[in-house]
């Protein structure tokens, strides 16, 4: 079985902290993501990666950064904690599947209840 | 108008009834389409999975494609308490590209 792992179910945060999210994926995925999910706008992309080192802004990156050294691993960095980054945050990865018609679904992690004071 | 439109509910049913919930979508590109349970304070997980047009059935789950509509559909028959879940509807343009997903739609099917 697919298993994406967070680093923390619940956190709670300062204003102005900085913030690291780790996700670990066991099944090779090349294709890794972060999300925010919340109440009426659902889960919105923040960052992905395709590869090692590779990183691509997604709908909303403003306040966030990522990091992913080794394949499996997948961080979220809120540099300086604000209160409207309180949120749900979701990682996700995936294969990146060449065939056409082929599966490319994601499978996710438990998420990360993250509370800014 | 969003990319992908979904009624968020909540939509309450009765158990044993039959669930049809839906998605549109504006960018007629789209070819992936999926469909996500999430339990409450868990993650998404894949529920159904169809590529391009056409019907998908999975146990008491059936998924649908209309691409000339740009419609899609989930029904679950004989709804059970532990359906009660919000569903989500993804898709996506190709192989590896990036999902949209829609708001979501939370379930719940009482005893």
């Known amino acids: 079985d697919v298993k994406v792992t967070q680093s923390s179910r619940y956190l709670v945060k300062r204003t102005g902290e900085k913030v690291f999210l780790e996700c670990v994926q066991d099944?090779?995925?090349?294709?890794m993501f972060w999300y925010r999910q919340d109440p009426g706008l659902g889960l919105r992309l923040i960052y992905f990666?395709?590869?090692?080192?590779?990183?691509e802004k997604g709908d909303i990156p403003e306040g966030y950064s990522v990091s992913r050294e080794k394949k499996e691993r997948f961080s979220l960095i809120l540099e300086s904690a604000s209160t409207n980054q309180t949120s749900m945050y979701l990682c996700?990865?995936?294969?990146?599947?060449?065939?056409?018609?082929?599966?490319?679904?994601?499978?996710f992690g438990p998420g990360t209840r993250l509370t800014v004071l | 108008q969003k990319e992908v439109e979904q009624d968020p509910g909540p939509l309450s049913v009765p158990e044993g009834a039959i669930v049809s919930l839906n998605c549109t979508y504006s960018?007629?590109?789209?070819?992936?389409f999926m469909w996500y349970r999430q339990y409450s304070r868990k993650g998404p997980e894949l529920l159904m999975y169809?590529?391009?047009?056409g019907n998908k059935e999975d146990g008491r789950f059936t998924a649908q494609v209309d691409k000339s509509s740009k419609y899609i559909s989930l029904f679950i028959r004989d709804s059970q308490p532990s359906d009660s879940a919000t569903y989500l509807c993804?898709?996506?343009?190709?192989?590896?590209?990036?999902?949209?997903f829609g708001p979501g739609t939370r379930l719940s099917v009482l005893p």
């Open positions: 993804a898709m996506s343009h190709n192989y590896g590209q990036n999902f949209v």
């Open positions: 169809t590529y391009s047009s």
């Open positions: 099944m090779d995925h090349e294709n």
């Open positions: 990666s395709y590869d090692v080192k590779m990183k």
């Open positions: 960018n007629s590109a789209f070819q992936y």
């Open positions: 996700a990865s995936s294969f990146a599947d060449y065939k056409p018609g082929g599966r490319n679904e994601q499978f």
